[in-house]
T-cell receptor, first 111, second 115 residues
Framework: DAKTTQPNSMESNEEEPVHLPCNHSTISGTDYIHWYRQLPSQGPEYVIHGLTSNVNNRMASLAIAEDRKSSTLILHRATLRDAAVYYCILRDEYNTDKLIFGTGTRLQVFP | EAGVTQFPSHSVIEKGQTVTLRCDPISGHDNLYWYRRVMGKEIKFLLHFVKESKQDESGMPNNRFLAERTGGTYSTLKVQPAELEDSGVYFC?????????????FGEGSRLTVL
């Protein structure tokens, strides 16, 4: 399974933008880049995903490097509710449907 | 529309006893997954159903774990007999689409404590 590397933790102040990096140097051409997050005492929650182009939705933006070996999840204005563990996951289009969770990045948001 | 629901939210049992966890996926979702997180570890995949069939059960730890999905609707995960190392949070997820661009919807999890 393709691997991702994320920092263990990051901090932000409320209302500031947050850039969460992810390295996936062994990504294959059929891998989608997915981001999930897990709030305290809840199950994982889908955030966003992309293949090659940058993506925006109501929760976040996903910036994908031109060579696809890294990506960045962008929270435009962090809120206290965004404090969670964020997981960057590669998902093969053809091989399997399961998600492989790593250790993720624990984001702390300060008021 | 109701999300993925899991029952019970917390179960405390003694070593050697049996526990059955239930998951109700989102209506119409053919794909159902079980995951678990044991203390201090990452979230690990257990198995994947497509309707009532087991598509992938490569993550099931041993034969003390039995998952079923009769009729392709809700699923149960039975642990018999439970061991101390089975303590953790068991998550269920469902999805409609197969493939790399599909989104999984997770339940809030069932916490299992084995004493």
């Amino acid at each position: 399974d393709a691997k991702t590397t994320q920092p263990n933790s990051m901090e932000s102040n409320e209302e500031e933008p947050v850039h969460l990096p992810c390295n996936h140097s062994t990504i294959s051409g059929t891998d989608y880049i997915h981001w999930y997050r897990q709030l305290p005492s809840q199950g994982p929650e889908y955030v966003i995903h992309g293949l090659t182009s940058n993506v925006n939705n109501r929760m976040a933006s996903l910036a994908i490097a031109e060579d696809r070996k890294s990506s960045t999840l962008i929270l435009h204005r962090a809120t206290l509710r965004d404090a969670a563990v964020y997981y960057c996951i590669l998902r093969d289009e053809y091989n399997t449907d399961k998600l492989i969770f790593g250790t993720g990045t624990r984001l702390q948001v300060f008021p | 529309e109701a999300g993925v629901t899991q029952f019970p939210s917390h179960s405390v049992i003694e070593k050697g006893q049996t526990v059955t966890l239930r998951c109700d996926p989102i209506s119409g979702h053919d794909n159902l997954y079980w995951y678990r997180r044991v203390m201090g570890k990452e979230i690990k995949f257990l198995l994947h159903f497509v309707k009532e069939s087991k598509q992938d059960e490569s993550g099931m730890p041993n034969n003390r774990f039995l998952a079923e999905r009769t009729g392709g609707t809700y699923s149960t995960l039975k642990v018999q007999p439970a061991e101390l190392e089975d303590s953790g949070v068991y998550f269920c997820a469902s999805s409609q689409d197969l493939g790399g661009h599909g989104e999984l919807f997770f339940g809030e999890g069932s916490r299992l404590t084995v004493l």
